[in-house]
Structures are given as C-alpha cells and as structure tokens.
C-alpha cells in the first residue's frame, strides 16, 4: 500500500480506488469478497481474461482465478492462484497502460539464442512485430516534447534533458538514431503530458494508476499522465508520492520502438514501478529484445551495459552508433536550418 504523508493514497482505476484491492487479501477460489468485481474489470483491462459483463459478481470463480494465475506467471510472482501479499501489492503498484497480453495486441516471447543455459528471454513484442523503417538506411527518427500539454512545475529544458537521456539510452545498443526537433507536428515521436480522456480512446486515471502509455510503430504517440507528481532529480523533491520520469521515459520508448512488457521484474520493460524508484539502466533482456527488432549498434557490447547512466548518458549525447549514422543526422539538422 502506497501511504503518502499518513495517509492513504487514491489511485483509480475506472473511478475505482485500486488502494481498495488490499482486503482482497488472501482471497482464493469460493471466497465473496466486495471488490473482487473490479479486480475483474483490473485483469481484463491489461489482458489476463475477458471482459466483464454489466452482471459481474464479487465471487471469485475458476475463470477469476485462471486469472490470477496468468498474472502471477506473468509478473514472475509466485503461482499461488490466491491473492497474496506479493500479487496485491503487484495490483496496487503504478504502471503502464499498455496490456501485458492484450488480445487484440498479444506478444510473443522469444528464446535468446546467447543466453547461457537455455535461458529463455523475457521480452515481448506487440503483434506482428512492428518496427520503424526506412527506404534510405539509417534509421534517424525526429522527437519533440509538447510545448503545451505539459505540466508547469518542471522546467522545459530539465523535461527535455531527461528525454534526451532516454532516447541516447536506446539509440546506444541499436543503429537507430534520435534528434530533437522543434516542429511538433511533423515529429516522427511526439511527446506530450495529459490527464484524464485526452482523445486517443485511453484515458488516464490519476496519481499512481497509469503513469503514462505510448503506442507501436509507426504511431510515434507517447503520452504520459499529467495527474502524476513527476520528479527530475530526487535529491531536490522529496515527495513520497514522486514518479521518476526519466524511468518512466525510458520505459515507453521501448513501446514506441515496438517492444512489449517483458516478464523480468529487472527489466526497464517490466510493467511497474514504485514510487521514488529510479529504474533506467537496460538489462540485458531489454538490450536483446531490441536488438532483435532493429540489429546491434557495431560499436555497442552488452558488457558496456554496467557503464550506462554514466558519460554515455550525457544529454548532448543523442546518438549513438557509425559515423554514417552521425553525419545523417548532421546533415538533416542542416537542412532544417
């Protein structure tokens, strides 16, 4: 439970308080607990079993707890079938509003022909692997942040650090380059902070429910909730409440690059986080489930990876890769001069 200053914190789901699921606590299979009717609308919302009808009951039924099996072996919590203490505290947790498995976007998982051991990698991709492309390689894709749906307590230039950081965080492990732009409509990327229904047909919830969803090639929308507190630096913003945004930034340009959630609970692409977590650094999972959609940066190896948010996060450091990839960009910053 996320308490805030002593008190219990709101995060709403469907006008619900998901703050309300802990006396779902050790609710099992023949239990009729009130409650359990929107912890079904919950689960379907992020894929793990259909939509309920008008008629929902609070009793929990096989379908119920099939579901609850599904999300425990999907989040890589114990499989219990019950609603433990792990399970309710995963529920509670902010996250993406992206489905974990959504049926009209399921995700597949992949071997990683490199692990050792025959490990099988948790990364996912959204249906039929979306990926960005070009006619003329490399692959250089133009962002920018929203000059009006923003949120007035940040600074512009420390929301643009941040999303320069993010996007060189990827750009390092793959031959895909970022530049920033000014012209938001022609963006390939567009960046923005919104509450409530903000016209793309998913509407955010308020603080720490969905922090922020962003959609597959080659849509390019990334949008997070402006009802959040969010937080640049947490040695200067002590709120218990406070959502990293650089985290959460990080997180959903794997989304737009066309990455799903992945199962590991280290991986940036992992569904939740806490609130004054700080979670940006790629895992090897999220660096092969990348990579596996656009190939290997030539000058990027995975035993850098301890390096990263080091000098290779530096904000001017939008690129990463050949020096044909960095004279592209040069030349279309030129251009738009």
Not at 231 to 250: G, K, P, Q, R
Request: with cysteine.
């Amino acid at each position: 439970m996320v308490v805030v200053l002593g008190l219990p914190v709101v995060h709403g789901h469907g006008g619900v308080a998901w703050h309300s699921f802990k006396q779902l606590l050790d609710a099992g299979r023949g239990s009729h607990v009130t409650g359990l009717a929107e912890l079904k609308r919950y689960l379907a919302r992020f894929g793990y079993m259909a939509k309920p009808g008008r008629d929902t009951t609070d009793a929990f039924d096989e379908h119920l707890e099939v579901a609850v099996r599904r999300y425990q072996t999907r989040l890589s919590l114990p499989v219990t079938g019950r609603l433990d203490n792990a399970t309710l505290d995963q529920i509670m947790s902010p996250r993406c509003g992206v489905g974990d498995d959504d049926v009209e976007r399921p995700v597949s998982v992949a071997l990683s022909p490199g692990a050792q051991g025959g490990v099988v990698s948790r990364f996912t991709f959204f249906k039929g692997e979306p990926r960005w492309t070009r006619s003329d390689p490399p692959i250089v894709l133009s962002y920018a942040v929203s000059p009006t749906a923003t949120v007035g307590y940040l600074p512009p230039a420390a929301v643009r650090a941040v999303f320069q950081r993010a996007f060189a965080r990827w750009a390092r492990t793959i031959p895909v380059g970022f530049v920033e732009t000014d012209d938001y409509e022609a963006a390939d990327i567009k960046v923005g902070f919104y509450a409530g229904n903000h016209g793309d047909g998913v509407p955010f919830d308020g603080p720490l429910g969905i922090l922020g969803h962003a959609f597959s090639p080659k849509n390019g929308r990334l949008h997070l909730d402006a009802s959040e507190h969010w937080a640049v630096d947490f040695d200067v913003d002590a709120t218990a409440s406070a959502i990293d945004l650089e985290s959460v930034a990080t997180h959903e340009i794997g989304h737009v690059l066309g990455l799903g959630h992945s199962t590991s609970p280290r991986a940036v692409m992992y569904p939740s986080i806490k609130p004054r977590e700080k979670k940006v650094r790629l895992t090897v999972d999220d660096v092969e489930g990348v990579q596996a959609l656009y190939g290997s940066n030539p000058q990027f190896s995975l035993s850098s990876l301890s390096e990263q948010g080091t000098s290779s996060s530096s904000p001017r450091r939008l690129l990463a890769g050949s020096a044909r990839l960095l004279c592209t960009v040069l030349v279309i910053l030129v251009t738009q001069l």
